[in-house]
């Protein structure tokens, strides 16, 4: 617990220092764009809020291998290192905005690559069928790995549109897997979970309500890389664990790629890269919060801004719910998949044609 208050705190300390000297970087890292399909924002805001998180788990990692030099710190040395590529290309897209999506996920793919061959962080089993015969080699078992790391990274990227959006479902899956990881016994995943809890949570104290700094692409393929990155290890390391259970845990952030994915091919006929601004999180911003809409004052635009998330927050807790409670049963959390799909598909049908529940709808 002392590392997690030691993560917080250094991560808070970091990411505000990086808010208030944004007068002299600001021009490179803030994001000026107001008027994009997914802006919200009121003002240029520093997109670089992974630099505190990464920065508070690296001085963590190094004073808990100067401490003890255990299992835990070697485990949160490697998963840095392995992360640094994800990191490294999204960070630099936030300073230039000349990297591309693709070069994005190729640097997370590497980072899983990495991941692999340091950590062993393959995929060996999934409990899906058909899918199983794949994990069963070292080659299909790498590829499943990778493929999982990369789509999990952009999937937290994608769902990254509001104040504490990202950040707090996050939070929530980092915490669910450090209390799987105490039921089993795993004490270096469990220091792992923790002090990226505690670095998180010292970002999100500036970025929610208020909106004083944004995760930004490096922050949030980092994220993405080392929650899907604890999940996979807790999987491998101890066979009481669901494969399921890490992909009903971030069962929102994935169904909503998959499902912008759907919609954006076959429903709108554009391309699956091409951004737009109807997805779940962007619709209940225009059509379910009612209250002030127009206003283009700065300060009732970022209180708009962050009455969005808490909606999306407890849709992310009906998975991350049932996946702490049954994270040793592949049966009982496939039905939970199911049923989040359902749910999701019927509240967006319902969102986009203007018939929100009424509970729902704030208005002035």
């Keep these: 617990m002392l590392w997690l208050l030691f993560s917080f705190a250094i991560s808070a300390a970091l990411t505000l220092w990086v808010v208030r ?74 300073l230039t905005k000349r990297v591309s999506p693709r070069a994005r996920l190729l640097a997370t793919a590497a980072s899983a690559a990495m991941a692999v061959w340091l950590l062993d962080a ?24 990778v493929l999982a790391v990369a789509g999990i990274a952009n999937a937290v990227n994608i769902i990254d549109g509001f104040n504490g959006l990202a950040s707090m479902c996050v939070l929530m899956m980092l915490v669910a897997i450090t209390y799987v990881a105490y039921q ?69 952030p994935v169904f909503e790629t998959l499902f912008s994915m759907y919609r954006r091919k076959f429903v709108r006929g554009r391309a699956f890269s091409m951004p737009d601004g109807v997805h779940l999180h962007s619709l209940i911003y225009r059509r379910v919060l009612r209250w002030a809409i127009g206003s283009q004052d700065a300060r009732t635009m970022t209180r708009r801004n962050s009455m969005t998330a808490p909606y999306l927050w407890m849709l992310c807790m009906m998975a991350v719910g049932p996946s702490l409670l049954f994270w040793d049963d592949s049966r009982i959390l496939g039905a939970f998949i199911l049923v989040f799909g359902v749910t999701y598909v019927v509240l967006y049908a319902k969102i986009v044609r203007f018939k929100a529940p009424r509970w729902m709808v704030i208005r002035r």
């Design 122 to 145: 393959s995929v060996i089993r999934t409990d899906l069928p058909g899918v199983d015969w794949i994990a069963g080699t070292a080659v299909g078992a790498t590829l499943l790995a």
């Design 21 to 94: 000297s944004s007068r002299s970087h600001g021009r490179f890292s803030a994001d000026h764009d107001l008027s994009g399909p997914q802006k919200f924002h009121a003002r240029p805001v520093p997109r670089v809020g992974g630099l505190g998180i990464f920065g508070a788990l690296l001085l963590v990692a190094l004073g808990m291998a100067w401490w003890r030099n255990d299992a835990s710190s070697r485990m949160a040395l490697l998963l840095l290192a392995c992360g640094l590529p994800a990191f490294m290309a999204g960070l630099a897209e936030d």
């Design 184 to 252: 089993v016994g795993d004490t270096a995943l469990m220091t792992a979970g923790l002090i990226g809890a505690g670095a998180l949570l010292g970002f999100f104290v500036w970025n929610y309500p208020a909106g004083l700094i944004f995760l930004g692409d490096g922050g949030a393929y980092f994220l993405g890389f080392y929650l899907a990155e604890l999940g996979i290890l807790l999987v491998h390391r101890n066979p009481g664990v669901s494969p399921l259970f890490p992909l009903l845990l971030a069962i929102y």
